[in-house]
């Protein structure tokens, strides 16, 4: 098979501060799948990308392609309205373990497909697996009767979605290019475009101990990530928040799930207790449902 594009022509191109048009990343995410531009060439992309950066146009491409690259779950059989929410991660952050059955229970479905740790975070699934018997993996028809059973899920995203995304997820993680603002937005919401939800919330992190440092660069990931979102007919919102100091008094997987535990049963760390709230708070009214207050449940 003859391929229309060359991998290295692609990566001069980014290298030497050019924009890469549609069908140029549509076959560099597609390639990538099938094994035709290596993880080499693709690390020498992402490190052009971190350098040079992408354009708005440039960046919802590039999320589309790798939504497409899979498949796209419709949630809209729930009798339920869904929202999600999603961390940019940082050092002691179990906000999901507590947010996710606390709007659940507030009667918003929230399918949280989550991920594993990269860079210095930890994720919430290797949390998770802290509990003996904890399986991460679901199947579709899992995932939606316990959407609607219960009102909530928190479980790895299936092989079918975003599976471009699972490997340069993993390419990112040590190839230095974690911190690359076009590669992280289209990474979040690819996956969280195709999980299918109606609403979502973004906690964007700032300060030492996250992967944005200053404010200027945690507002640009913010507001890419709420374009991306807005332009797939997701309603979409963004908080900037603080993590020049970690979240919470504990950092460890047992310990974090502890804790949340905590918060749930009506006690923990007043940081951890104020940031759920305000994100459940924003979950429901995107959801819908601002008439409910979750410091009631």
């Avoid at 048009?21 to 597609?30: P, R, S």
């Avoid at 094994?35 to 971190?50: C, N, Y």
């Avoid at 940019?88 to 949280?112: E, Q």
């Amino acid at each position: 098979m003859t391929e229309p594009y060359d991998a290295v022509e692609i990566i001069r191109s980014k290298r030497d501060r050019a924009e890469l048009d549609g069908a140029q990343i549509d076959w560099t995410i597609d390639a990538y799948g099938r094994g035709v531009v290596t993880d080499e060439q693709m690390a020498a992309l992402a490190m052009a990308i971190l350098l040079n950066g992408m354009d708005r146009r440039e960046i919802r491409r590039w999320t589309q392609a790798m939504i497409g690259s899979g498949e796209r779950l419709d949630l809209s059989g729930l009798s339920r309205p869904t929202a999600d929410k999603h961390s940019a991660g940082g050092v002691g952050d179990k906000i999901s373990l507590s947010v996710v059955p606390l709007v659940a229970a507030c009667g918003v479905a929230v399918p949280h497909l989550s991920g594993r740790g990269l860079g210095h975070t930890g994720g919430t699934l290797d949390k998770l697996e802290s509990i003996p018997g904890w399986r991460a993996s679901l199947t579709n028809a899992e995932l939606m009767r316990q959407l609607e059973k219960v009102g909530a899920v928190i479980c790895a995203a299936g092989s079918g979605l975003s599976p471009a995304d699972k490997k340069l997820y993993a390419l990112r993680d040590v190839t230095g290019t974690v911190e690359a603002i076009p590669l992280i937005a289209s990474s979040i919401m690819s996956k969280k475009i195709a999980e299918g939800t109606g609403a979502l919330v973004l906690d964007v992190k700032v300060g030492s101990g996250a992967f944005m440092k200053n404010l200027e660069s945690a507002r640009e990931l913010a507001s890419t990530m709420v374009d991306l979102g807005v332009d797939e007919g997701v309603r979409t919102v963004a908080l900037l928040t603080d993590m020049s100091t970690p979240l919470g008094r504990t950092a460890g997987n047992a310990l974090e799930v502890r804790e949340a535990l905590e918060v749930l049963a009506g006690g923990g760390p007043s940081d951890v207790v104020e940031l759920t709230l305000a994100l459940a708070r924003e979950m429901l009214g995107a959801a819908g449902r601002g008439d409910v207050d979750p410091a009631e449940r």
